[in-house]
């Protein structure tokens, strides 16, 4: 342990933990429980502790993930993270903290996700007709209690450690919003989970915000400017391709919701693959150019094994299993990757 943590390189950046050689952004995609997988991806990436983490960028219940990491980090480092990871998740889950009243609407919220619809005809026919204007008029969010309890927003927001960046969607402009970590509220954390479907949006400054996966999910950009790492890991839980049909309603919905939520992670991994191929051709300079090495780490065929369904599953011993998936994949990935950090992308941009 001493001998590894000798040979710190002096240019690591962010979250640092003892045994950090290598140093490397996230970028956190949201998809309804199935974030449970990012946080098992999260848990066995600091128990190794190999990487230092410069800054985090998410979207949804990936900027969920990535404020409850930092804030468990600023509070007792890696073991402070990993506690308060798994403390949210147990919270959030429907045999967790939650009232009858708050269970039903991380249900509808989950629901969303999986494009399930009610069995009920009229009951479903109404939840496309009334909007949570109508249904919630008291805004009651659930996730609210939970952050709030959870989560110190003056010690995130004073984090010199690591750079943190938040999504939404500007409703007013259709144009996506960064918040970084010195602006962080509860409310930038719930406008980038905010489903319109299911809560009324979160005035910010006196301007509207809808979940920031309708326009970077989650966004990049923020890595490219703010941060000095090459290195972007991508946690990925929303599949881009599916080699089937879907023919019922919820199959649709579902593959909208997918279709819908990958476009603009797609069109930036392409812009990246664009400008890296002019980099590499001699057209533009590094020195006004950054070169983006992208990598990727996602459930593959046994997270989308899951029936669509499944990221309304609340239950603790789902998020247990999402959980362990991620911590598998994680540890793939890393026996794989990790010598090619810092020196190659391991994503292949042109069939990302």
């Known amino acids: 342990m001493t001998g590894r943590a000798a040979k710190h390189p002096s240019n690591l ?9 290598k140093t490397v952004c996230l970028a956190l995609q949201g998809g309804g429980a199935h974030g449970a997988f990012t946080w098992g991806v999260l848990d066995y990436l ?4 190999r990487l230092a983490i410069e800054a985090i960028t998410g979207a949804s219940a990936g900027a969920m993930n990535a404020v409850v990491l930092v804030e468990g ?16 998740w147990r919270r959030v889950s429907l045999d967790g903290g939650f009232s009858p009243i708050q269970r039903s ?7 969303f996700w999986s494009g399930a619809q009610s069995t009920n ?4 026919a109404f939840s496309h007709i009334a909007s949570p204007y109508d249904l919630n008029p008291l805004d009651i969010n659930p996730l609210r209690d939970a952050l709030n309890d959870m989560i110190d927003f003056e010690r995130v927001r004073t984090c010199r450690e690591t750079k943190l960046f938040v999504s939404a969607t500007n409703v007013w402009t259709g144009k996506i919003r960064v918040f970084s970590a010195p602006e962080l509220t509860v409310d930038h954390v719930l406008a980038s989970a ?3 479907t299911v809560f009324k949006a979160v005035e910010i400054d006196g301007e509207p915000y809808w979940d920031g996966g309708y326009t970077g999910n989650p966004a990049l950009f923020p890595l490219f400017y703010e941060a000095q790492t090459d290195d972007i890991l991508l946690v990925q839980i929303n599949p881009v391709e599916r080699r089937s049909t879907p023919r019922t309603s919820e199959e649709i919905h579902s593959r909208l919701n997918e279709v819908t939520f990958n476009a603009n992670l797609l069109y930036e991994l392409r812009a990246i693959g664009f400008v890296r191929r002019l980099i590499d051709e001699g057209k533009l300079s590094t020195d006004e150019y950054k070169r983006v ?15 669509a369904s499944s990221r309304l599953d609340a239950r603790w011993d789902f998020f247990e299993k999402l959980r362990d998936l991620g911590r598998v994949a994680a540890h793939t990935w890393l026996d794989e ?14 069939n990302a």
């Open 194 to 196: 905010c489903l319109p």
């Open 46 to 49: 600091l128990e190794d502790g």
């Open 293 to 307: 090495l992208m990598h990727r780490i996602h459930g593959g065929a046994d997270l989308d094994a899951y029936a």
């Open 337 to 350: 990757n990790y010598r090619a950090l810092g020196r190659e992308s391991t994503l292949d941009l042109a």
């Open 73 to 88: 980090w600023l509070e007792g480092g890696r073991d402070g993270a990993r506690e308060q990871l798994h403390k949210f």
């Open 121 to 124: 005809l009229w009951s479903g």
């Open 13 to 21: 950046l962010g979250l640092v933990g003892p045994d950090a050689e």
């Open 105 to 111: 609407l991380f249900d509808h919220f989950l629901n």
